[in-house]
């Protein structure tokens, strides 16, 4: 029944995801109307060193433990679990109370020397003590993906969500705090009771799981450490590099901006517009993507311990080719109705602007993102953060050189040259790795004709219904519930989709047994 647990985690991992997008968006949405595009700069360059010491923290802990799950359990050597889980929740918790002392000590330098502005100190300061509990969960939620108990994770992360969001509300209605800089700290006490919160019910879930699952069986393992340096110190290191290089050049973009002529004020929220409202709402779609990507992880794990190369073919062809077919759908449909959106989530035309010009790159976004899950799952993880280290250790030097020159157009240009350089590297890695091919006329070409006609065909004929287009929200809807089976018959039409394809979904819901993996069809042009 695997192809029914697999199908089952992902559509778990989807509906939590889309719950959990959708709350963030309208809590970015509270959040503006709270602090403004500014304070939304400001809540960017704050998490944007914050994400710095969550690396250091936590980079690969969460893969490292999936991976040796998944190997103890494929070895069946499930008596070991408990000792193999303790050993990685203590490396990571390690590394975390390093870095949130390291953190808090260094809070006050950091926001008067590295960014400029003391507002971020006492934020810091509060996000620094969730660390521990950031990484303990980070431990657990790798284990609970290895075993297919994502719900559970999902559970967690669900809760979090809430706490954090109800004590950032509470805040907000009982202190009414009245500058930027408590708005923020406000803001980052929500996040870290959010945090503490996930982490114990998760823990409390993990140890149900285990006892149910092994007992009270107990065995010691051995050479984890081993394999937790193997994956967590490379990863640590290169991802250390590339979020130091991140964090420079998320404090450049502003001074960039103010550099070209724009006040501190106006360049702050210039940049907030960009990173806190118009990518977040791009990145929304990828919900449906993301939880069946994360799942490849094991399952390419697994069939590459097994040596079954058919299968890895198999799965990253038909990864691929979805996630070709949904991201391009996604961004014409988002390039048509960016107005729209960026009136309805924020009443800001210069919003909808941003949004329409970055929509093109939605397709690379995602395809990048799923090819790093699947590159994770075959051991390829180091490729991949060498790649992304070189992309940051570029934009750093083109945003340095270009933004006090072009200002926002400069640094629409500097992501759309990020995006394709990563992306294109990312994937030709995975290609050679699972040695497979595209069909880019099927993949690309005709799906991005059909997505055009599935979308603009409805808009034409719903434009002469007055009262849809005076409304933001009754229009997009409308074509969207129209345009999406208009999308799927035009690929069937024009053979982007065949019938081996709608076999092989069909599959996913049907109660027979899967195949052994080595029996998958080979299959290079995907």
Known sequence: MRKRTFLFNALCLTASAFVMRLINIGYRIYLTDKIGAEGMGLYQLIYAVFVFAITVSTSGISLSVTRIVTAVLSGGQRKTLRSCVRKCVLFSLSLSLLAAAALICCAGWIGNVIVGDDRVVRSLQVLALGLPFMAACSCLKGYFLAVRGVLKSAMGELLEQFVTISVTVALFVVLSPADVERCCCAIMIGSTVGEMASCLFTYGLYRAHLRKLIGKSHAKSTGVLRQICHIVIPITISSTLRSGLSVIENLLIPIGFRKNGASAASALAEYGIIDGMVMPVLLFPFTFVQSFASLLVPEMTEALTLRHKNHIRYVSGRAIGATLLFSIFTAVFCICFS?????????????????????????????????????????????????????????????????????????????????????????????????????????????????????????????????????????????????????????????????????????????????APQSCPIQKGS
């Open 339 to 515: 107005r729209e959106i960026g009136l309805l989530l924020y009443d800001s035309a210069e919003s909808a602007r941003l949004m329409q010009i970055l929509a093109p790159l939605i397709p690379l976004l995602y395809l990048d993102n799923v090819v790093d899950y699947l590159l994770k799952g075959l051991d390829q993880q180091l490729p991949s953060l060498r790649y992304n280290f070189i992309d940051t250790a570029i934009r750093v030097v083109l945003v340095y050189f270009l933004l006090p020159i072009a200002g926002t157009k400069g640094y629409l240009c500097i992501l759309f040259f990020s995006t394709i350089f990563n992306a294109a590297l990312s994937l030709h890695r995975l290609l050679k790795t699972a040695d497979l091919q595209i069909a880019v006329f099927r993949r690309v070409v005709l799906p991005s004709f059909c997505a055009l006609l599935a979308v603009i065909l409805p808009t034409l004929l719903l434009r002469s219904v007055p009262t849809l287009g005076s409304s933001l929200w009754a229009m997009p809807l409308c074509v969207l519930l129209l345009s999406v089976p208009c999308y799927i018959l035009l690929l069937r039409c024009v053979g982007s989709v065949r019938q081996e394809d709608v076999l092989w979904l069909r599959s996913l819901f049907s109660t027979t047994k899967k195949t």
